[in-house]
């Protein structure tokens, strides 16, 4: 099992720079895998293929892009590129996005998205694994009139899905090779998430798909005291409906809830809850929110786990 941490420099000086050091320190620690959030700041393809190239062996991903206001063709060549830099250990993960952000940042009506995020994924695994593409669908047209392949990336890239509602599973599972859910607690994984996931895969005659699990926690021993911050911090996705469901299927009342906030005992013991939950990987973010100390502390633990 992989362990990985979600690498988040956006308020230094020199982000890429601040973001390299940190990913150096992680492979220190023995965490195996990078992940870099997206929104409207730094390009997170960009950011892995950087980290991928200055420091050897870790695997980077992008958790993740979302599908409105991008195409195909631009997110293949992002994805492609990352994935020759880093010579094979690139991951691509796309969200839906939400509504708020698509409306207000793209000008864009939020309509359709579960068949937009299946056309993306039709045409952008077309992209990623044979450079060419004739894609002709109700929302979106990807078609290559010259050649879209990055010599480097022939392998392809694995593409995951932040999804975590039924027919974003249902996509997920016939479509992708894996999933990103953030905030789904063991609960969810175990009853509603890794089963719905599994089951459209099997039937699509796809394999295993990979369960990369995103965990805010932090190890440390003033747990009431990060606890409250974690509250401020997390509010936000209380206002999500997907998020709102998943916490609540999660047996949460807040999204904090879902936090894995605790001493080296205590977060170790919750790990291996969500790998027999099912997940395949486990990613921890917000590992900074009770300083540098307790940030070290709880990588020096996640790099021992993936040990």
């Known amino acids: 099992m992989t362990v990985g941490v979600a690498l988040n420099a956006s308020d230094a000086p020199n982000q890429v720079d601040a973001t390299v050091q940190l990913a150096q320190e992680a492979a220190e ?3 195996t895998s990078a992940w870099f959030g997206q929104t409207f700041g730094a390009d997170s393809p960009q950011l892995a293929a950087i980290v991928g190239r200055e420091v050897p062996g870790l695997q980077v991903g992008t958790s993740a892009i979302p599908v409105f206001g991008r195409h195909p063709l631009l997110v293949s060549s992002q994805a492609q590129t990352a994935q020759a830099a880093t010579h094979g250990r690139y991951h691509l993960g796309l969200a839906l996005g939400t509504k708020l952000l698509t409306e207000t940042g793209f ?3 939020f309509e359709r998205p579960i068949a937009r995020l ?4 039709i045409a952008l695994r077309e992209l990623t694994e044979t450079g060419t593409a004739d894609f002709h669908g109700e929302l979106l047209t990807a078609a290559t009139p010259v050649p879209a392949r990055v010599p480097g990336a022939e392998g392809g890239v694995p593409l ?3 999804a975590m509602g039924p027919q974003a599973l249902r996509a997920s599972g016939e479509l992708a090779d894996g999933i990103l859910p953030y905030l789904a607690g063991p ?3 175990a009853d509603h998430i890794v089963p719905a996931l599994t089951a459209a895969a099997e039937a699509a005659g796809q394999p295993a798909p990979r369960v990369v699990a995103l965990v805010p926690g932090v190890v440390t021993d003033d747990v009431d005291a990060v606890r409250a911050k974690a509250i401020d911090n997390l509010a936000f ?6 998020y709102a469901r998943v916490i609540e299927l999660s047996g949460g009342r807040r999204a904090a809830d879902l936090a894995v906030i605790g001493d080296e005992k205590t977060v170790e013991a919750e790990v291996r809850r969500y790998r027999d939950a099912g997940a395949t990987e486990v990613v921890f973010s917000g590992t900074e929110l009770a300083g540098e100390a307790a940030r070290r502390r709880t990588w020096r633990l996640l790099g021992e786990l993936a040990g």
């Not at 299946?118 to 994924?121: C, I, N, Y």
């Not at 996705?237 to 997907?242: F, L, R, T």
């Open 29 to 31: 620690f023995g965490v």
């Open 107 to 109: 000008g864009l009506p």
């Open 118 to 121: 299946r056309e993306f994924l």
């Open 160 to 162: 995951l899905v932040a």
């Open 187 to 189: 609960r969810a994984l």
């Open 237 to 242: 996705y209380e206002q999500i409906p997907s």
